[in-house]
């Protein structure tokens, strides 16, 4: 599009797939690539000048997107954005960078408690929104910090001020981590490339590997109807492990990850959710909740 005196506009129909990892979804009514905090604010001020809701594509590894596309405008942040700097024990991370380059420039300071990131394969925006965590750590217990933006500015907020329960953080719409601060401890880079590599093994040992998923489709339930089974187990034990509809199918190896083979439509997605929380539900009476987060107007039929 043309520009204007504060800067270019944000591009039209800009297809989204290529930005999620499980390569679905239609296209952008307005998208933005910013990687400088005044681009940020000008394309919010845009934004709510043309009363455009707004949301943000990190690395995707958690995102299910409309066959429709979405309404409004999509970020997406770089370069200054994602940056990683390092400051004695604290890391202080745009939030475009990617949790596994976090965990592996922690290793290489010799810093310890964000070793469970190597296995979010996501962003820092997109983890502090969905309170993350992994193998045994968790992005509340390192975060010192957040900055939020929004139209109307940017405001610092700490972890108690995040609302952070299971999956999930009290951050509403529209609003965008654009750095988040780690407060970690010291340690030995050999020791904390050794937890890294051990996290790397039991990750590939338990999921499909190299091919199109969005990762967790459904949160480990808290019912005790459960008996204390995950989502996976839960799905495996209902026979949904390889189940297909269309070009989609629950990981034969993982049942909690669904896999786009390779012309997949996100419909085709959430009728297999559909049928594998119905499964489970005529099984063990238990109700499953998605963790797959959604982009444009995805519609699950039991919601």
């Not at 669904?258 to 997949?264: L, M, R, W």
């Amino acid at each position: 599009m043309s520009q204007d005196a504060g800067g270019a506009l944000p591009q039209r129909n800009v297809p989204l797939a290529r930005y999620a990892t499980v390569r679905t979804g239609g296209p952008a009514e307005y998208f933005a690539r910013v990687g400088e905090e005044q681009e940020l604010t000008r394309m919010l001020e845009w934004a709510a000048t043309e009363r455009q809701p707004v949301a943000v594509v990190g690395s995707g590894s958690n995102l299910l997107i409309a066959d429709d596309g979405v309404r409004g405008l999509v970020l997406k942040l770089d370069r200054q954005l994602a940056q990683i700097e390092l400051e004695d024990e604290r890391m202080l991370c745009g939030g475009g960078a990617r949790m596994p380059a976090i965990a592996a420039q922690a290793a290489r300071a010799g810093l310890a408690g964000i070793e469970f990131a190597v296995n979010i394969p996501g962003s820092v925006g997109g983890a502090v929104r969905m309170n993350a965590n992994a193998y045994g750590g968790d992005l509340a217990n390192v975060l010192e910090w957040v900055e939020v933006a929004t139209a109307n500015g940017t405001e610092r907020r700490k972890p108690d001020q995040l609302a952070f329960g299971y999956r999930r953080s009290g951050l509403r719409g529209g609003e965008i981590v654009v750095r988040a601060q780690l407060k970690l401890t010291p340690s030995t880079p050999e020791a904390v490339k050794a937890t890294l590599a051990h996290m790397r093994e039991r990750r590939h040992a338990a999921q499909p590997q190299g091919i199109k998923t969005f990762g967790s489709t459904f949160k480990n339930p808290e019912d005790p109807r459960a008996q204390g089974l995950t989502a996976g187990q839960l799905l495996a034990e209902a026979g949904c492990a390889g189940l297909q509809i269309g070009q989609a199918r629950y990981a034969p190896k993982h049942a909690n990850f669904i896999e786009n083979g390779g012309g997949a439509s996100t419909a085709e997605i959430v009728a297999l959710m559909a049928e594998g929380r119905r499964r489970v539900l005529e099984r063990r009476g238990v109700e499953l909740e998605p963790e797959v987060q959604t982009l444009g107007e995805v519609h699950f039929p039991w919601m």
